[in-house]
């Protein structure tokens, strides 16, 4: 079984702020790890994905996630968030099986 | 590339009615997969495919059915429509197990 929990349905920063969105999984094989970003009314855009290998995945728009075995987590950052990075973030897992399960995911919100 | 086409973009059906939601990719990727999204509920899996002529059941698969004839499309039918079936449809493909999906633009029902 694998199950994925984003911590905070709703998080809030300041333009030129940090952003960090936190991910925890649950997965009885190494997993695969992926972040998704969707923007108002459109589907979903795959930011980063982490496989195997370098535990640190660089992704699009500045973003980033460190895969930690330990922690079962896999959380995203970006070091100053801009307005147009406002959106729905979510987390998903693939433990090995044809499909991915998806967190519930985070909004994001960014204030000038 | 069209990447993933679902057809319509949105829909009003009648209790008891059914209909189709169209699927289409042309990227030749093996798998596919139909997700419903609700307000803090994430992604979740109606049904999925791992190749022609194959499919299977997801989270979520009452009161839906699909078929793979073909790689390319996948459509997925609501045989009698209900309120609860109310949401946003996406169809999303991927070359193979470990990868990241591509997801369609969606589809918003609404069931009255």
């Known amino acids: 079984a694998q199950s994925v929990t984003q911590l905070g349905s709703h998080v809030s920063v300041s333009e030129g702020a940090l952003v960090l969105l936190r991910c925890n999984y649950s997965s009885s094989v190494p997993p695969y790890l992926f972040w998704y970003v969707q923007y108002p009314n459109q589907g979903l855009q795959l930011l980063l994905k982490y496989t195997t290998g370098a535990t640190l995945v660089k992704g699009i728009n500045g973003f980033e996630a460190e895969f930690k075995k330990s922690e079962t987590s896999f959380h995203l950052t970006k070091p100053s968030a801009h307005m147009s990075d406002a959106a729905e973030y979510f987390c998903a897992v693939s433990g090995g099986y044809s499909t991915l399960t998806f967190g519930k995911g985070t909004m994001l919100l960014v204030s000038p | 590339n069209a990447g993933v086409t679902q057809t319509p973009k949105f829909q009003v059906l009648k209790t008891g009615q059914s209909m189709t939601l169209q699927c289409a990719q042309d990227?030749?990727?093996?798998?596919m997969s139909w997700y419903r999204q609700d307000p803090g509920m994430g992604l979740r899996l109606i049904h999925y495919?791992?190749?022609?002529?194959?499919?299977d059941q997801g989270e979520v698969p009452n009161g839906y059915n699909v078929s793979r004839s073909t790689t390319e499309d996948f459509p997925l039918r609501l045989l009698s429509a209900a309120p609860s079936q109310t949401s946003v449809y996406f169809c999303?493909?991927?070359?193979?197990?470990?990868?990241?999906?591509?997801f369609g633009s969606g589809t918003r029902l609404t069931v009255v």
């Open positions: 495919s791992v190749g022609a002529g194959i499919t």
């Open positions: 999303a493909s991927k070359v193979g197990r470990y990868y990241g999906y591509t």
């Open positions: 990227m030749n990727h093996e798998y």
